[in-house]
């Protein structure tokens, strides 16, 4: 799908320069594609944004792109140097690739458009980096930190899906170390190295990311008719209950990010004001 940007110079320059940045790499063709123009006006933008971003991108011969370096992600962080001005870049990126977020403060179609601050924007560096393993089916190294394992420690993985999972983003993945499929929070990667090493592990022997898990939702048991009803109108179209189909292995952050209550018991009303209605058929994929 070609996307539309306006036809200005500096329009062009920052539009490509997001795509080198949290792709990090950029050629004719991929500017081809996405902006749906010829060959020689695709090689004079390039050659436009090369003068404009001088020393932040070299030509590498075997993909015929050229690549962001570390001297381009420093120049990055300087120009977006909160953690707010890089959500947006990142949003207005995604927008122009073709998955678009809030963009807070823009007004549409007279409407004023609003979001809560996005903490969640990752490095461009790791970002980039990560996707590039998974379009060549690489494996890379990450130094990684969890809550379990907070020290910093190596891990070996082989990426191959990248997960906006409410405010976070996860890079879906298989590790050596846990000789399974893993979510991988990726603002608690603080290096990543690309192996060039083909990995043996692919997306379709990852059974929880590939399975489909049915989910049945009721309004919470525990509250009132008439709270119950509010929600049933909110949520179900004033029905009594509403189906749904998620991986197994996002199972846990959609729940997690509605506030659904998988054990009312325990997890009460008003505080969760939905609940699973099939939690023995949903247990298997929690917290996979």
């Given at each position: 799908?070609?996307?539309?940007?306006?036809?200005?110079?500096?329009?062009?320059l920052?539009?490509?320069?997001?795509?080198?940045?949290?792709?990090?790499?950029?050629?004719?063709?991929?500017v081809?594609?996405?902006?749906?123009?010829g060959?020689?006006?695709?090689?004079?933008w390039?050659?436009?944004?090369?003068e404009?971003?001088?020393?932040?991108?070299l030509?590498?011969?075997?993909?015929?792109?050229?690549?962001?370096?570390?001297?381009?992600?420093?120049?990055?962080?300087?120009?977006y140097?909160?953690?707010?001005l890089?959500?947006?870049?990142?949003?207005?990126?995604?927008?122009?690739t073709?998955?678009?977020?809030?963009?807070?403060g823009?007004?549409?179609?007279?409407?004023?458009?609003?979001?809560?601050?996005?903490?969640?924007?990752?490095?461009?560096?790791?970002?980039?980096?990560?996707?590039?393993?998974?379009l060549?089916?690489?494996?890379?190294?990450?130094?990684?930190?969890?809550?379990?394992?907070?020290?910093?420690?190596?891990?070996?993985i082989?990426?191959?899906?990248?997960?906006?999972?409410?405010?976070?983003?996860?890079?879906?993945?298989y590790?050596?170390?846990?000789?399974?499929?893993?979510?991988?929070?990726?603002?608690?990667?603080?290096?990543?190295?690309?192996?060039?090493?083909?990995?043996?592990?692919?997306?379709?022997?990852?059974?929880?990311?590939?399975t489909?898990?049915?989910?049945e939702?009721?309004?919470?048991?525990?509250?009132?008719?008439?709270q119950?009803q509010?929600?049933?109108?909110?949520?179900f179209?004033?029905g009594?209950?509403?189906v749904?189909?998620?991986?197994?292995?996002?199972?846990h952050?959609?729940?997690?990010?509605?506030m659904?209550?998988?054990?009312?018991?325990?997890?009460?009303?008003?505080?969760y004001?939905?609940?699973?209605a099939?939690?023995?058929e949903?247990?298997?994929?929690?917290?996979?």
């Amino acid at each position: 799908m070609v996307r539309m940007i306006p036809d200005s110079p500096l329009a062009r320059l920052d539009a490509m320069w997001l795509v080198l940045i949290w792709e990090g790499e950029l050629g004719r063709s991929r500017v081809m594609k996405l902006f749906g123009i010829g060959e020689t006006r695709a090689s004079q933008w390039i050659k436009e944004l090369r003068e404009a971003y001088p020393d932040t991108m070299l030509w590498n011969t075997r993909t015929r792109t050229f690549k962001a370096i570390d001297a381009g992600y420093a120049r990055f962080e300087q120009e977006y140097s909160t953690a707010r001005l890089r959500a947006a870049s990142l949003s207005r990126y995604l927008a122009l690739t073709g998955l678009p977020l809030d963009d807070p403060g823009q007004r549409g179609d007279g409407i004023q458009w609003a979001s809560y601050p996005d903490m969640s924007a990752p490095a461009p560096a790791i970002f980039s980096r990560l996707r590039q393993a998974i379009l060549r089916r690489e494996m890379v190294s990450i130094e990684y930190a969890s809550m379990n394992n907070p020290e910093p420690h190596l891990r070996r993985i082989a990426p191959h899906g990248l997960i906006k999972a409410g405010r976070r983003w996860h890079v879906r993945a298989y590790c050596e170390r846990a000789a399974g499929f893993r979510d991988f929070a990726i603002g608690r990667i603080s290096g990543l190295e690309q192996l060039a090493i083909e990995s043996a592990h692919l997306e379709t022997e990852d059974t929880a990311w590939n399975t489909w898990v049915r989910v049945e939702l009721v309004a919470h048991p525990g509250l009132s008719l008439p709270q119950a009803q509010v929600i049933q109108r909110e949520f179900f179209n004033s029905g009594k209950r509403r189906v749904e189909q998620c991986r197994g292995s996002l199972l846990h952050y959609f729940l997690q990010d509605l506030m659904v209550a998988i054990e009312p018991a325990t997890q009460q009303a008003p505080d969760y004001q939905l609940a699973v209605a099939n939690p023995r058929e949903i247990e298997p994929w929690l917290f996979r």
